[in-house]
């Protein structure tokens, strides 16, 4: 099946406001915006459709709220494919980053390990988890958790650590992405697939797996949690 062409100018809006920023924040967020995958799967799926409030964990420079916010105003405009649900009305949502990397939105700069989550009706966390340690990963899924209703949604993207060289490749770019921000060498903490699926559901979550890195050479996996 042929791939929709994105909006017309969904790309230059949402990351148009890190102009403002730097050159670097500009340049990261246009460049992750239009090869990263998840972006354009949470539209095109409507994976935070009818979700009021978001909660983005480890939100970084919280390309998910200017890029939700970009599609809203493409579809007001009737800018929009017809074959795509319409994107996510949040009456509110809200971003935890631990690091400062230039959001221009109004984000909650604290550890997700112990800020308080309050209420959310979704929970998105892009690449976060594996700078986490084992038992870490697992209060913060409770948490998670306590803050959604039943039926509530999680989305969890993770490196497949069952995937062999890309996998290794993965990791390789994370460090260097690291370094390159002056972070220095992380350790991270990560787990296949059935291990994360199995977390998800001591962690009370129902959850499927989605491939999540077409077009790269990464080894990414979107965990679609439901909470019971």
């Not at 791939?3 to 670097?24: D, I, M, Q």
């Not at 959850?207 to 996996?221: D, I, K």
Request: proline letters at 5%; aromatic letters at 8%.
């Amino acid at each position: 099946m042929k791939s929709v062409t994105l909006p017309a100018g969904l790309l230059e809006s949402a990351s148009a406001p890190y102009r403002a920023a730097s050159r670097f924040a500009y340049k990261f967020a246009r460049g992750k915006l239009r090869g990263d995958p998840a972006y354009r799967a949470i539209l095109e799926r409507g994976l935070l459709l009818g979700r009021r409030r978001i909660l983005d964990l480890g939100a970084g420079q919280c390309l998910l709220a200017a890029w939700l916010q970009a599609a809203q105003r493409c579809y007001t405009r009737g800018d929009w494919p017809p074959q795509w649900p319409p994107p996510p009305s949040a009456l509110s949502l809200r971003a935890i980053e631990l690091m400062s990397l230039g959001a221009t939105v109004e984000v909650l700069q604290a550890d997700m390990r112990s800020a308080e989550f309050g209420a959310a009706d979704a929970v998105v966390m892009l690449d976060v988890m594996h700078y986490v340690a084992a038992a870490s990963q697992r209060a913060i899924l409770q948490r998670v958790r306590a803050a959604l209703p039943a039926g509530g949604v999680l989305l969890l993207r993770v490196g497949n650590a069952g995937s062999g060289v890309r996998f290794a490749y993965s990791r390789l770019v994370d460090k260097i992405v690291m370094l390159a921000r002056g972070h220095g060498l992380v350790t991270v903490h990560c787990r296949s697939v059935a291990q994360w699926a199995q977390l998800l559901r001591e962690c009370n979550f129902e959850s499927e797996a989605v491939p999540m890195s077409q077009g790269t050479l990464f080894a990414n996996v979107l965990l679609i949690a439901h909470a019971r």
